[in-house]
């Protein structure tokens, strides 16, 4: 067997565990959404976790590390476990301040890594029944096939973002540089799960997602996704590695068949570069 084919066969193996991972866990993800929780702060107010954010990535870490026990885990409450060939980098409830105010918009991310390098990925989300996944045999939204596809420019596009950030990470020129992303696109959404807005770029649904300030843990999933259904993944390389994209904090994510204005991919880019 090739390189090529044991990459598919081992992608389409480890989504299949996080898949039975994911929805191993949503049944009881969904029960404490409906039921409320209450939520403790980690660095302020405006970034808060929960019982069941540290509950579910214990679920999680059980069941993929049991599965592939060649393996380590990264998640976003408890750290790093195991070792491995294979790592599993999870954020168990990816939109924690929408899923404390009731907000039905929130996912399992699960992403998936193999010497370093993003070859699988699952996002599912258990209020819509939405379930994203992709390995080297391509993405897939509740089983069917999905295109990176969507609106030709910028200017006819919707962006998805959390810039600027709240609780104080922000200044005045972040608020004056979103005005501009404003005037830049079509359209501009705060939807709070970086993870799902992902596979919303990933699937259509929207065309371009960009942040600041993401952690590995939000974004592997979303990034393999977005490569697998031929859409675009950028990220400087912010004293990382470049073949390591999953590592910086700010990203642009776009469907396929965007041009771009002349300084508008640059600048988004390059704000605030040396921060």
């Known amino acids: 067997m090739d390189i090529y084919r044991e990459q598919i ?17 949503a049944p009881y993800v969904q029960r404490v959404f409906e039921e409320g929780i209450k939520a403790e702060e980690k660095k302020g107010y405006f970034d808060l976790v929960t019982a069941a954010d540290r509950n579910t990535e214990v679920m999680l870490v059980e069941h993929l590390l ?5 393996s ?11 070792m491995g060939t294979v790592g599993w980098v999870i954020d168990p409830i990816d939109g924690t301040n929408n899923f404390v105010a009731g907000i039905p918009f929130f996912c ?20 819509r029944k939405d ?5 080297p045999e391509g993405a897939f939204l509740n089983g069917r096939p999905i295109q990176s596809f969507g609106h030709s420019t910028d200017h006819t596009a919707l962006i998805l973002t959390g810039f ?25 959404r705060r ?18 997602t960009f942040q600041m300030n993401a952690n590995p843990w939000d974004v592997v999933a979303g990034m393999v996704l977005i490569e697998r259904a031929g859409g675009h993944y950028t990220a400087p390389a912010n004293g990382n590695k470049p073949e390591f994209p999953w590592k910086s904090p700010r990203f642009i994510a776009t469907c396929a068949n965007i041009t771009w204005s002349e300084t508008v991919l640059k600048d988004l880019l390059t704000y605030r570069e040396k921060a």
Not at 108 to 127: E, F, K, R
Not at 131 to 135: I, P, Q, R, V
Not at 164 to 188: C, L, M, T, W
């Open 72 to 82: 380590s885990a990264l998640g976003e409450e408890i750290g790093a476990q195991g």
């Open 131 to 135: 379930l994203f996944y992709a390995s």
């Open 9 to 25: 066969a081992l992608g389409k193996h480890l989504v299949e565990i996080a898949v039975k991972g994911a929805l191993k866990v």
């Open 191 to 208: 939807l709070g799960s970086t993870a799902l807005e992902l596979a919303y770029v990933a699937c259509g649904r929207a065309d371009v």
């Open 66 to 70: 049991r599965s592939y026990p060649d």
């Open 164 to 188: 600027p950030y709240e609780g104080g990470i922000s200044d005045q020129a972040d608020f004056d540089y979103y005005q501009k992303i404003v005037r830049s696109f079509h359209a501009v």
């Open 108 to 127: 399992i991310s699960i992403g998936v890594l193999y010497q370093d390098q993003g070859i699988a990925g699952v996002i599912y989300d258990p209020v």
